[in-house]
């Protein structure tokens, strides 16, 4: 089976020279789309339901979708080639430039323009809202030449100004078809793994939760809906808040945030619950959060398994019985 791509080039050249290179890529099923930064978001929502892959861009348009998207978002990198491709068209220009870009971009420029004694004044920007303004102080400043991404070369041409566009050549379009076939195999085995724990999970007894600090819940096991019906909540179909359900969620969650665990018991018709929260994964964005929950009554149920004292307690016993 192929690996479904979906290709947001930023300018017109780039999404051609893909169009091009796709043909040679048998194992791989690339739409190629041409889209800049909110532009390919949109272009994205509008083929999200052909459940693609690997997404695949350039740039400040790579660095916005991989806020927003699912699948995992691989860049086309900037090679040594397109960098010095860009380097020569400026290097003898005596007016005042400047480089105006993101800094996956800008980094790799100055870089190499540091190692080929190439002065390039620059300002790295963070979102599309930004450059406009600065496209203005250098206007201001006396800049004719803009150099940078597609969107610096669009606005500083609005404000009369040239643009020289940081363009990817073939070789760095073929580097990132093969760094999506490797991620791709690497998210065969993650999924894998995912499905055989997800399995076992299924399995237990006991409920299984993840849900964010709002208490909305991303994953629950069979158990752990089955525990819900004792909430009134039809257990395989609804998705309900822990905020709702539980009055004691957020102190819980405080608890959780200073020890990095909370116990707490709950009594719903005359069954006793045992709740454990617990941090499962944090990052800069939000925290996740496991919730156990199980029944007091269910560790009487239980197997118990007790080893007798064996009869003979030492080797020399079995010597002297002989």
Known sequence: MKIKILLLAPYRGLKELALSLASEQTDLDITVKEGDLEEALAIYKHLENEKFDIIISRGGTANLLRDHVPQPVVEIPLSGFDLLRTLTLVKDYKGKLEMVAFPNICDDVIAVSHLMGIDIPYTVIHEELQVEGIIRQAKKKGVQVIVGDTVTIRLAKKHGLQGV???????????????AKQ???????????????????????????????QGRISFSNPGFRRFMQ??????ETANPSLVELFPDWMSMVQTVNENKKAISYVNIGGRQLQWTLGIFE????????????????????????KYAQPPVHSFTQILGSA
Do not use: C, W
Request: cysteine-free.
């Open 165 to 179: 566009l940081i363009t990817s050549g073939r070789e760095s379009v073929i580097e990132a078809f093969h760094h």
């Open 282 to 305: 944090e990052d800069r964005h939000r925290r996740l959060y496991y919730v156990r929950i199980k029944s007091l009554r269910d560790a009487e149920d239980e197997l118990e398994i």
């Open 230 to 235: 004792l909430f009134g909540e039809p257990g």
């Open 183 to 213: 991620v791709y195999q690497v998210l065969l085995q993650a999924n894998k793994k995912y499905r055989a724990y997800e399995a076992l999970l299924h399995e237990l007894e006991e409920g299984i939760a993840m849900a964010d600090e």
